[in-house]
């Protein structure tokens, strides 16, 4: 089972040791950091996290059954007043890759986000390449809307993503149906 931690300064050496080139980095975190990530863009970035009024909620996910911490993820561009949010910078510890803890990661941030932060709307944007991370977030009960054409500039490319969402609607009628 997948529980969400609040990240901490103690995991920001592990979290930099999974980056390992720009290419990723901008996949992950898109134009947020740079390249190498270091231990001052993460403060800087959970400390922007910080109170009740915050747009961002930035966490770990442990594995509760080995006690060990197998990914990031976090909400961004919180909207209150309009009930939605952002699933932001999802990222699964290498060694954790293909075995299902990226679902049941991004579902436990799902549910947590139509429970308790009482959103009524989540969405995502992927980049139409990561095909293993748009199966992850469909598995998760997410839909694509549409395609962002050529959205970042990495090196001499222009990379297109997907926005996807998941309405709170659609969350319940899936879990009525279990």
Same mark, same amino acid.
């Given at each position: ?94 060694? /954790? *890759?293909?075995? #299902? ?7 436990? %941030?799902?549910? $947590?986000?139509?429970?308790?932060? +009482? ?31 050529? /959205? *970042?500039?990495? #090196? ?7 926005? %996807?969402?998941? $309405?709170?609607?659609?969350?319940? +009628? ?5």
């Amino acid at each position: 089972m997948i529980e969400l931690q609040p990240l901490e300064e103690k995991d920001f050496d592990r979290l930099i040791e999974w980056v390992e080139s720009p290419e990723f980095l901008m996949q992950w975190a898109g134009p947020a950091f740079t390249y190498p990530l270091d231990k001052s863009q993460l403060g800087q970035h959970l400390e922007s996290a910080q109170g009740e009024n915050s747009d961002k909620v930035v966490y770990k996910a442990v594995d509760t059954d080995t006690d060990e911490v197998v990914g990031h993820i976090e909400w961004s561009h919180i909207d209150r007043q309009n009930q939605n949010a952002r699933l932001s910078r999802v990222l699964i510890a290498p060694d /954790a *890759r293909g075995g #299902g803890s990226g679902t049941e990661m991004v579902k436990e %941030m799902v549910r $947590l986000g139509f429970e308790e932060f +009482e959103f009524h709307r989540i969405e995502l944007h992927v980049f139409e390449f990561n095909k293993g991370a748009i199966a992850c977030y469909e598995k998760a009960g997410f839909q694509k809307e549409g395609l962002i054409r050529e /959205a *970042r500039k990495f #090196g001499n490319e222009f990379w297109s993503a997907y926005r %996807m969402s998941i $309405l709170e609607s659609d969350w319940l +009628e899936e879990a009525e149906s279990l």
